[in-house]
Antibody, heavy 121, light 106 residues
Framework: QVQLQQWGAGLLKPSENVSLTCAVH????????WKWIRQPPGKGMEWIGE???????NYNPSLKSRVTILLDRSKNQFSLKLNSVTAADTAVYYC???????????????WGQGTTVTVSS | SYELIQPPSVSVSPGQTASITCSGD??????VCWYQQKPGQSPVLVIY???KWPSGIPERFSGSNSGNTATLTISGTQVMDEADYFC?????????FGGGTKLTVL
């Protein structure tokens, strides 16, 4: 059974860059899309972006200018980098697996445990 | 940008049927997924492709989607079903989530 384990810096100052990593245990990247989603305190979910098993990316237009998602096949990990953070980027960040076979209707069926990112001066 | 609208809260008595709606323009033309999230936990996919169950999800969870509204129905609601529920769909190759509905079972 596939499990996702994520980690990264939790406290940042405005204008810094946040980097998060998600390790895929018990499976490979094949056939799925690998995603990042965030949830501000007390609010709903926001999709950040995704990367396919072949390395193609798709980002939320509202964040596209600041986001990079990468795949590291040698470590079975994928990562998120968000540049120039502000207080509005404070959220719990989740990695997730989804869209088996490229089918967006398949949903996000495996989630990481979440990483709290706080942006404060 | 595309929006999915959910009621902030729904209440139901144990054993009764709970219905949570998700509204969006021509939502019936898109696939809808539903996620359950309990406090302090990661979301869990409970319905995909409008009305299909992921492995391990009880059949008391069901979904429908037509017109502008998708509905998550929980039959014989149990106390353990108390959680936040989010709908999600795709528009212009961007995943969109509803604001979430807090289901209270009392």
């Amino acid at each position: 059974q596939v499990q996702l384990q994520q980690w990264g810096a939790g406290l940042l100052k405005p204008s810094e860059n946040v980097s998060l990593t998600c390790a895929v245990h018990g499976g490979s990247f094949r056939d799925y899309y690998w995603k990042w989603i965030r949830q501000p305190p007390g609010k709903g979910m926001e999709w950040i972006g995704e990367i396919s098993h072949s390395g193609s990316t798709n980002y939320n237009p509202s964040l596209k200018s600041r986001v990079t998602i990468l795949l590291d096949r040698s470590k079975n990990q994928f990562s998120l980098k968000l540049n120039s953070v502000t207080a509005a980027d404070t959220a719990v960040y989740y990695c997730a697996r989804g869209d088996y076979g490229g089918n967006q209707g398949y949903g996000m069926d495996v989630w990481g445990q979440g990483t709290t990112v706080t942006v404060s001066s | 940008s595309y929006e999915l609208i959910q009621p902030p809260s729904v209440s139901v008595s144990p054993g009764q049927t709970a219905s949570i709606t998700c509204s969006g323009d021509n939502l019936g033309d898109k696939y809808v997924c539903w996620y359950q999230q309990k406090p302090g936990q990661s979301p869990v996919l409970v319905i995909y492709e409008d009305n299909k169950w992921p492995s391990g999800i009880p059949e008391r969870f069901s979904g429908s989607n037509s017109g502008n509204t998708a509905t998550l129905t929980i039959s014989g609601t149990q106390v353990m079903d108390e959680a936040d529920y989010f709908c999600q769909a795709w528009d212009s190759n961007t995943a969109v989530f509803g604001g979430g509905t807090k289901l209270t079972v009392l």
